[in-house]
């Protein structure tokens, strides 16, 4: 069988990522893998679901055994990605998307060089800095934060293999762009040497 | 203005690639650059439209000089692609496309480095094989001899960096996958470098 394509999908805040993948993940052409955290669930949230939810002793079992594609701590939770379940799928031919701050992006195109890096941005920082403003719920604090936040992702550009524009309301378009980037990557040369066989 | 992109187009002799071509240049999102030659004009070929015909000295004069982006010699004649010609085309912002066979396409890759090869290849070898056996245009010595070049095409095959599959009878099909190459290329992270400065 075909493998699947590994998508890793970065992008600053206020950049509407999730939106766009909800569209990828409805056509049933995108795989989501589920990140594990030793966070304790909140009301609501399931195991497997929102979250692989696992003891912090069981989590740096896997740090050790490489099997976390990447890992983070924030606030005193581990968070990463199980290097299996992301195999496995890609093993059923699934195409995997992975949404992943830039720090966790990098450590992965190290771990698995076939991995296909998109940052997602907004046309520019103007359009960028009304949409986190817009939302009304942050602080001119945490819009700043976000917004220096911002700058510091996009000079890691060079570092990705594509960058799609999520222009306001057109999160279908992105999502579409995203579908192309897949399409075309399967015809890339190196995911096709089997080829060579049947010219013998 | 967007620069445009230079694609260069390899495939074993029926694989179809004229035809494919052929569906690309209908729609005016790519133009086809001309070559030059040193060979002299047959009746009804124009200068400028078929190929560039010009004179042995302008020719090497042009190589020494540094304006083919590759050339080679057949029965005599020099034939080679002018540098000035692509580069004024992409500065135009028009995607370019280049029929040449591998060695050609190589050098290209050397010169251009942001160039995209684009192999088209038949689904198989009995596909190929079939093809050129039924134009029943050639004796089975050429045919043989077709054959055991498009073996030895197919294993450049790492050396570019998609390969499109012509099935019989569906070009479009194929144009088609060129034209999504094209779109994905435009995505891609080291062509939108530009993009950081909207972002400071």
Redesign the interface.
Known sequence: MEKGLLFVISGPAGTGKGTVIKHLLETGEFFYSVSATTRAPRPGEEHGVNYYFISREDFEAGIAAGDMLEHAEYVGNLYGTPKSAVEDALAEGKNVILEIETKGALQIREKMPQAILI?I?A???QT?EARLSGRGTESADIVAKRMSE??RE??L?????????NDDGKSEKAAQ?IR??A???K????R??H??Q???
Do not use: G, Q, S, W
């Open positions: 940052l941005l046309p520019d920082i960028l911002a700058r996009v000079t550009l060079d570092k990705y293999d594509y960058v799609v524009i762009d192309t980037i399409e075309a990557e015809m890339r040369a190196f096709n040497a080829l060579k049947k010219f013998i």
